[in-house]
């Protein structure tokens, strides 16, 4: 197992938390809660298999993983240090669109460097960490078709801005229902910190 790959992985996933961090913040501004909320979801996914990858590094080398992201998108570039009071509809046209683009490219970036270390990882007979890496092959290309499919319909549209505020109440429906549930899916434990029983959480 190549303790290389596994660093460059686990970078690669922090400067995924960070575009989808920096992501939330732009769609929050805008007031897109559907946008902000796809973010978030995607944040806390990432977050949750970078939690495995930082694991498994410990527990095969004894060390821990530090985090350097490359950050080298910079969403938040695109308000330009506005006020959101100041922003023209151009503005808002220009910012979510352009927010699009960036992000069906990181990802496409993204599907092109997990490819290659699946390559390698082939070549070198390692199972192990292959099966890792094909785990989040076949994530990025499921967003990629979701995100593909989102971006053609609106670019047909020509990102009319109406019809994005109409999606937004869906947008957010959806995730917040993958939240909850992603929530709920671990076992309830009594908070020693907290007055609150277990038993009476929601």
């Given amino acids: 197992?190549?303790?290389?790959i596994l660093e460059k992985l686990n970078n690669m996933l922090n400067?995924?938390?960070?575009?989808?961090d920096e992501s939330n913040d732009l769609f929050n501004y805008l007031s897109l809660e559907g946008f902000a909320a796809w973010h978030e979801w995607q944040y806390i996914t990432e977050r949750l298999y970078q939690k495995k990858i930082k694991k498994l590094i410990t527990s095969t080398y004894?060390?821990?993983s530090k985090n350097s992201p490359q950050n080298d998108f910079n969403i938040l570039s695109l308000i330009k240090n506005k006020n959101r009071k100041q922003l023209k509809p151009d503005d808002r046209y220009n910012i979510i669109k352009m927010s699009f683009i960036e992000y069906e490219k990181f990802e496409r970036n993204n599907l092109m460097e997990y490819e290659n270390m699946a390559k390698e990882l082939s070549n070198n007979s390692d199972i192990s960490l292959y099966a890792y890496v094909l785990e989040k092959i076949k994530d990025v290309e499921n967003e990629l078709a979701f995100l593909n499919d989102f971006i053609l319909s609106h670019e047909t549209m020509d990102w009319d801005f109406p019809q994005i505020i109409s999606e937004q109440d869906t947008l957010?429906?959806?995730?917040?229902?993958?939240l909850r549930k992603f929530y709920k899916s671990f076992p309830k434990a009594h908070h020693f910190n907290s007055l609150v029983s277990a038993d009476n959480e929601a």
Avoid: A, V, W
């Fill in 62 to 64: 004894n060390i821990i």
């Fill in 172 to 178: 957010k429906e959806r995730y917040n229902y993958l």
């Fill in 15 to 20: 400067t995924g938390l960070c575009f989808h």
């Fill in 1 to 4: 197992m190549s303790i290389q």
